[in-house]
């Protein structure tokens, strides 16, 4: 899956988030706010002895009592709610909760805090529009009610005074706890979705390079099916040759094109046999994956050279992370050089080490702490080089996911000081990425590749 693919399935997705709301989320929070409404009207008249204006009130709470019911009889359990439909449902439920504060004290009701929720819930789930909006909504509301409302009085009707510093507190209290839910809901889930869209744009690389590699199925259906044809080539080919037999050269011939295709179906059970695979899909040696992450991007802009540092080379598993996860370290590289890219590979007895270098201007200082998060943003460089791929991060994510999948440990740092002038900057002044594995995690130890496939 290309970076340009994965921004599309992220950007629809960001689109269509207020439509992941369901109806019926939003009705039963409503049943359950119309239930607290009403235990709190009735325990505060029978404990608490304060005369609640019943009918007034338990008008205010048939509003969302009709709301729900209309809701159930006008669309299925299962109704998606649209941006505009989401929002205007939670207009009109802290619309309906300042109602009920104004007839029962205003901000001196404890209850006045409720008003958080409807402002919560759009940061969750809806855009920046429909937050702002609800946002100013909740504010004014709440600046109303500490104005005008309905006083609390007790039943022989003496009234229930809040002192005014009090009162200016909770509405100062609830107007910067609209602001804080508001903004902290919206970045941690801003983060959650983010992190959700890209994790399902690595599931689908990993996906498109499995189907790659299960290719080699493929092989095993063709032996299966080139079985038949290849036995009545046998066959014609021994009664040609018993027929030339007055004719040697001829008859040479007609046997060498059934020896010929005895070795094709030989090859092709081999390949095709159940329990087996080829060697060459399961392991390569270091630099053969290296070679192959590489190989899509030779004939680009950038010389890529591959340096060699260590002796005995380790065959590791050839798994499909390793590929994709390296070629879009390599793609990254080669996107932002200026024609230079050095990938050097060496070893330890515990690890497998790999450095990728280009000449290019190097990660963003600022950035720096940030890079293999998904969607990272840039606001103060523009992307000349790759303008379709601005803000998003998404191939250092999934490179960083796969890689990781299997073991790795990344390290992105710049080979130089991004500050120093064009003249003082060295040959590999660019991006550099360390990868490391533990070699008990990717190395195939005693394994010949080259030899006769063998059972797994």
């Known amino acids: 899956m290309s970076k340009i693919s994965a921004q599309v399935v992220a950007e629809d997705a960001f689109a269509s988030r207020s439509d992941w709301v369901r109806l019926r989320t939003l009705v039963i929070l409503r049943w359950t706010a119309v239930a607290g409404q009403l235990a709190a009207m009735f325990a505060a008249w029978r404990f608490y002895g304060i005369d609640i204006p019943a009918a007034p009130c338990l008008a205010v709470v048939g509003l969302s009592v009709a709301v729900n019911l209309a809701s159930n009889l ?22 309906q909760l300042t ?7 205003g901000l001196g009701n404890p209850f006045a805090l409720l008003l958080l929720v409807p402002a919560t ?85 990993l996906a498109r390079e499995q189907t790659l590699t299960d290719l080699s199925g493929v092989v095993a259906a063709a032996a299966h099916e080139l079985g038949t044809p290849l036995a009545t080539i046998k066959l014609a080919a021994s009664e040609l040759a018993d027929d030339l037999s007055d004719r040697p050269d001829q008859r040479a011939d007609a046997v060498l094109i059934g020896a010929q295709a005895d070795r094709c179906r030989d090859i092709l059970r081999s390949m095709g046999r159940a329990g087996k695979d080829d060697l060459q899909m399961r392991a390569a040696p270091f630099q053969a994956i290296v070679e192959e992450a590489a190989e899509p991007h030779r004939d680009r802009k950038a010389n890529i ?3 060699i540092k260590g ?11 390793i590929i994709h996860g390296l070629r879009n370290l390599i793609q990254n590289a080669v996107d932002f050089s200026n024609g230079a890219v050095w990938i050097d ?16 201007p190097g990660f963003p200082p600022a950035l720096l702490g940030r890079i293999g998060d998904p969607f990272v943003r840039d606001r103060g460089r523009s992307d000349e080089r790759r303008p379709q791929y601005e803000g998003m991060g998404l ?16 390290e992105f740092s710049n080979a130089s000081d991004p500050f120093l002038a064009t003249e003082e900057r060295p040959a590999r002044c660019g991006a550099l990425v360390r990868v490391s594995w533990p ?12 030899g006769q496939n063998q059972p797994f």
């Open 345 to 360: 590979l060496d070893w330890t007895a515990d690890r497998v080490l790999l450095a990728i270098t280009d000449d290019g």
């Open 99 to 105: 109602a009920l504060l104004y007839l029962t004290g």
């Open 439 to 450: 070699r008990e995690r990717v190395e195939i130890a005693d394994h010949d590749i080259s």
């Open 121 to 205: 819930i759009a940061a969750t789930a809806l855009n920046g529009l429909s937050i702002a909006i609800l946002g100013g909504l909740t504010v004014i509301l709440v600046s109303l009610l500490a104005v005008f409302h309905l006083p609390l009085r007790y039943l022989d009707g003496a009234e229930i005074l809040v002192p005014a510093i009090l009162a200016n507190g909770f509405w100062l209290a609830i107007v910067i706890g609209v602001a804080f839910m508001a903004l902290y809901t919206r970045r941690v889930s801003g983060e959650l979705h983010a992190m959700t869209d890209a994790l399902l744009a690595t599931q689908m690389a």
């Open 395 to 410: 191939g250092l994510f999934i490179a960083k996911t796969l890689l990781e999948r299997t073991g790795a440990r990344l």
């Open 305 to 307: 050279a591959i340096t």
């Open 311 to 321: 002796d005995g080379q380790p065959v590791l598993a050839r798994r499909p992370e």
């Open 74 to 95: 006008l669309y299925a359990e299962t109704h998606r709610l649209t941006e505009f439909e989401a929002l205007t449902l939670l207009a009109f439920d802290s619309c």
